[in-house]
Every structure is written in structure tokens, then in C-alpha cells.
């Protein structure tokens, strides 16, 4: 399978623990994007990456949430001290191209439940 | 500020008939829109996006869509609806330059054999 995945797909945390979620783009995707998904609502930007350079982050996205990508290649999102409203999908999501307009790989999600 | 609604939470289609799933936007400059499907226990994936020139424009699985500047619209359409067309459709913005997506909150598609 040569798409976008993440691990894991399920994660059951307790409040105040910490959590790090792992997406691995499709390999030669220089953008890779998080973003958080509740129900019923679309995805929630969280922050992207151009190559390794973490190029933006949403005003959402507090001191707690931190995100990496070493070496520009998979990526690892961290939630330090875990609350309940932190349970949602995490997507992540990659594509190759300078251009504005060119259409994301979504991976199949993280869905995090905060206890 | 930049917005995208969809205004039904859920629409329900006989197969065989067409159907359309509506989106509205609201964004300073030229858009750049795109309609993306979620199927159950599956990531979010690309039908199809206007960047400009024809205002129709076809994506993936038969389904088009309808840019109309006047009206704000982007409006996804098919002529044939399939059970399996059955699933969440997402609108989308750019906002911008910098790369972000701006969703709306997305559409249930029921399709009823």
C-alpha cells in the first residue's frame, strides 16, 4: 500500500496523559498537513509542513499540541496532557507540488477518546 | 472572512436519479474549490477541484460540479445516483495563499435502492 497511513488508527488515553500519533506520507510528498475531525463537522487545520520546515499552525492549536517531521519524511504529532475536548479524528494528510491548488492524500486517521 | 457552507445536513436520493449536494462560499479573490468524499473506516478523498476556465468540472466516479461565480456556488452533481455513492461529502476553500483548506461541514449522502 503505497498511500498515506497512520498509527494508530484507534488511541484511548486519561485525561492528563500524553499521546503521540505517527503519519508516514506518501513517500516524495514534500507537504504534509494535521488536521483534527469531530463529528459532524469538516476537518479543523492544525498545521502543515514543507518538507521538514513546519511552514504554519492554526491559532487552535495550543502549547500542549506539538508536531515534528524529521528529516522530511514521516511525521509525528505529540498532545501533551491529554483533555477531554481533545477527542477527535487526527488526519494527516501529504502531496507533492508547489502549487497552491493541488489535491491532499488523506490517511485513514487517528481516532483519539480522552476518559 | 473566508467560509464554506453546506447547507443540508443530509440528503436522501432514489438510485438511478440525479442528485445534487449543495456547497456555498465565501472568499476574498478568485477561489479555489474542491469537493472530497469520506467513505466509513476510510480517509477523505478527492473528486474533484475548479481552479479556473470551464465552469464544469468532472471528478471521479461519474460526478461533476457547477462553479458559478454569481451565486457563490459549487454545487456537486451526478445524473445517476449508485447505493455506493452512499458516504459524507466535504466542500472546501483554499484560503489564501497559504495553503490551508478552509471545510465545510459536510453533507450525508443516503442513497436508497
Known amino acids: 500500500d503505497t498511500g498515506v497511513s497512520q498509527d494508530p488508527r484507534h488511541k484511548i488515553t486519561k485525561r492528563g496523559q500524553n499521546v503521540t500519533f505517527r503519519c508516514d506520507p506518501i513517500?516524495?510528498?514534500?507537504?504534509l498537513y494535521w488536521y483534527r475531525q469531530t463529528l459532524g463537522q469538516g476537518p479543523e487545520f492544525l498545521t502543515y509542513?514543507?518538507?521538514?520546515?513546519?511552514?504554519?499552525k492554526s491559532r487552535l492549536l495550543s502549547d500542549r499540541f506539538s508536531a515534528e517531521r524529521p528529516k522530511g519524511s514521516f511525521s509525528t504529532l505529540e498532545i501533551q496532557r491529554t483533555e477531554q475536548g481533545d477527542s477527535a479524528m487526527y488526519l494527516c494528510?501529504?502531496?507533492?507540488?508547489?502549487?497552491?491548488?493541488?489535491?491532499?492524500?488523506f490517511g485513514s486517521g487517528t481516532q483519539l477518546s480522552v476518559l | 472572512a473566508q467560509s464554506v457552507a453546506q447547507p443540508e445536513d443530509q440528503v436522501n436520493v432514489a438510485e438511478g436519479n440525479p442528485l445534487t449536494v449543495k456547497c456555498t462560499y465565501s472568499?476574498?479573490?478568485?477561489?479555489?474549490l474542491f469537493w472530497y468524499v469520506q467513505y466509513p473506516n476510510r480517509g477523505l478523498q478527492f473528486l474533484l477541484k475548479?481552479?479556473?476556465?470551464d465552469n464544469l468540472v468532472k471528478g471521479s466516479y461519474g460526478f461533476e460540479a457547477e462553479f458559478n461565480k454569481s451565486q457563490t456556488s459549487f454545487h456537486l452533481k451526478k445524473p445517476s445516483a449508485l447505493v455506493s455513492d452512499s458516504a459524507l461529502y466535504f466542500c472546501?476553500?483554499?484560503?489564501?495563499?497559504?495553503?490551508?483548506?478552509?471545510w465545510g461541514a459536510g453533507t450525508k449522502l443516503i442513497i436508497k435502492p
Open positions: 513517500s516524495e510528498h514534500n507537504r
Open positions: 472568499v476574498s479573490g478568485n477561489p479555489y
Open positions: 494528510a501529504s502531496t507533492l507540488g508547489g502549487a497552491i491548488n493541488e489535491k491532499l492524500f
Open positions: 475548479y481552479i479556473t476556465g
Open positions: 509542513f514543507q518538507n521538514e520546515a513546519q511552514l504554519e
Open positions: 472546501a476553500v483554499i484560503r489564501g495563499s497559504n495553503y490551508q483548506l478552509i
